[in-house]
């Protein structure tokens, strides 16, 4: 059964930071990203990042998010520094196998996990 497992949400100061994770298990994915969805908006790419480790990342969080991946361990990771109140939403970790296109679209991914809350205060 493929199943996505995030986890490390949380409530935190502008300014501040978390690490989401997110537990695969099953599949080895051939692309991974985080997506985010906030209160009355679209889900939407944060972040996304091959096999072989090549990254993309959606503009409003370049410098400040990191996407890392430890294949050995099947977890997926979002370093979120110096974090804004518009970055409050439900983050998702999403996978999708071989072949696959390195991408933040959320179109691009079939596998998708329940989501964790992520809310910054001013």
């Known amino acids: 059964q493929v199943e996505l497992v995030e986890s490390g949400g949380g409530s935190v100061q502008a300014g501040g930071s978390l690490r989401l994770s997110c537990a695969t298990s099953?599949?080895?994915?051939?692309?991974m990203g985080w997506f985010r969805q906030a209160p009355g908006k679209e889900r939407e790419g944060v972040a996304a990042?091959?096999?072989?480790?090549?990254?993309r990342y959606t503009e409003s969080v370049k410098g400040r998010f990191t996407i890392s991946q430890d294949n050995a361990k099947n977890t997926l990771y979002l370093q979120m520094n110096r974090l804004k109140p518009e970055d409050t939403a439900i983050y998702y970790c999403?996978?999708?196998?071989?072949?696959?296109?390195?991408?933040?679209?959320?179109?691009?991914?079939?596998?998708w996990g329940q989501g964790t809350q992520v809310t910054v205060s001013s």
């Open positions: 990042i091959s096999r072989y480790g090549t990254t």
């Open positions: 999403a996978g999708e196998v071989l072949p696959c296109q390195l991408t933040t679209s959320v179109g691009a991914f079939t596998n």
């Open positions: 099953g599949v080895n994915y051939g692309c």
